[in-house]
């Protein structure tokens, strides 16, 4: 976040020494406005591109392995561009890596979740995912998971089956 700041800071720097070059080589015709206009606008575009980007450089940080399965848009009326192109600010992810399958339960996938969030800490558990009946356990402390393959104190969540993450774990 500090280095965002110092980015934004340092682009209405570089926006302002732009204008205020050009105004000094058209000999001071432009309005005097012109210069911290400048510096604001570098500020604002940096500040979106730093919003807008964030999808791309957080995904572009994972290992392979890693699939994207949801994301979150949003708009709001105090980014009016949002309107236009809406901003993503959350995603989850499924970490392929290490996916287990169990032999005695055909169609249960064992899983990492990855939960991210733009000014979010980003969070990772286990589940399991059972394919064939549309839903999802979390790995908490109280769930035993027995060499059969089943699982004991789980607590089940139903799922639609277009669910997305359930897709993308269910796929292979």
Same mark, same amino acid.
């Given at each position: ?86 901003? =993503?600010?959350?995603?989850? !992810? *499924? ?5 287990? @399958?169990?032999? +005695?339960?055909?169609? &249960? %996938? ?11 800490? =980003?969070?990772?558990?286990? !589940? *399991? ?5 549309? @839903?999802?356990? +979390?790995?908490?402390? &109280? %769930? ?29």
């Amino acid at each position: 976040m500090l280095l965002e700041f110092i980015a934004i800071v340092a682009a209405g720097f570089g926006l302002a020494g732009i204008a205020l070059s050009i105004n000094i080589a058209l000999r001071r015709r432009l309005p005097q406005w012109i210069v911290p206009a400048a510096a604001g606008a570098g500020m604002l575009l940096m500040a979106i591109w730093f919003e807008y980007s964030w999808l791309e450089r957080t995904t572009a940080a994972f290992p392979d392995g890693v699939e994207v399965a949801s994301t979150n848009q949003t708009r709001s009326w105090y980014r009016p561009w949002t309107y236009v192109v809406p901003l =993503t600010n959350r995603l989850i !992810a *499924v970490d392929r890596r290490f996916d287990l @399958r169990h032999p +005695d339960t055909p169609g &249960q %996938v064992l899983t990492r979740v990855i939960l991210a969030g733009r000014w979010e800490p =980003t969070r990772q558990f286990g !589940a *399991v995912f059972d394919c064939r009946l549309h @839903r999802r356990a +979390d790995l908490l402390d &109280q %769930v035993e998971l027995y060499d059969s393959g089943q699982l004991r104190n789980a607590n089940w969540v139903q799922l639609s089956s277009d669910d997305a993450v359930l897709r993308t774990v269910c796929q292979r």
